[in-house]
């Protein structure tokens, strides 16, 4: 069965880093696309980072790019979302999603995703 599982998140301050996980199983993340999306409270999920496992393409939402950072550790089958300098706006669940993609191309709508881990909450404090 595939399985995602993200953990990390947490309260911290404006400016301050935080660093999410996201432990995956049953499938091989070269052959996927990999992303991160949020919602925040009243707003719809966004995809913020995405990742296309097979050639390490990577889409970076505006509101994160030069922030974030997205990264795979293909033999612990693990994904990483750095997040760095974090904003009030960033407050969240994140969320971390996987489905089938063996092409060179970034997927980033999250109605292209087939499965979902549970979601970790960051809350960024002003």
């Known amino acids: 069965d595939v399985q995602l599982q993200a953990s990390g998140g947490g309260l911290v301050q404006a400016g301050g880093s935080l660093r999410l996980s996201c432990a995956t199983s049953?499938?091989?993340?070269?052959?996927?696309?990999i992303g991160w999306f949020r919602q925040a409270p009243g707003k719809d999920r966004e995809g913020i980072v995405c990742m296309s496992g097979s050639d390490g393409s990577t889409f970076y939402a505006d509101s994160v790019k030069g922030r974030f950072t997205m990264s795979t550790d293909n033999a612990k089958n693990t994904v990483y979302l750095q997040m760095n300098s974090l904003k009030s706006e960033d407050t969240a669940v994140y969320y971390c999603?996987?489905?089938?993609?063996?092409?060179?191309?970034?997927?980033?709508?999250?109605?292209?995703?087939?499965?979902w881990g549970q979601g970790t909450l960051v809350t960024v404090s002003s």
């Open positions: 999603g996987s489905t089938y993609n063996s092409g060179n191309y970034v997927i980033c709508r999250g109605s292209k995703y087939d499965h």
């Open positions: 049953g499938f091989r993340l070269e052959d996927s696309a």
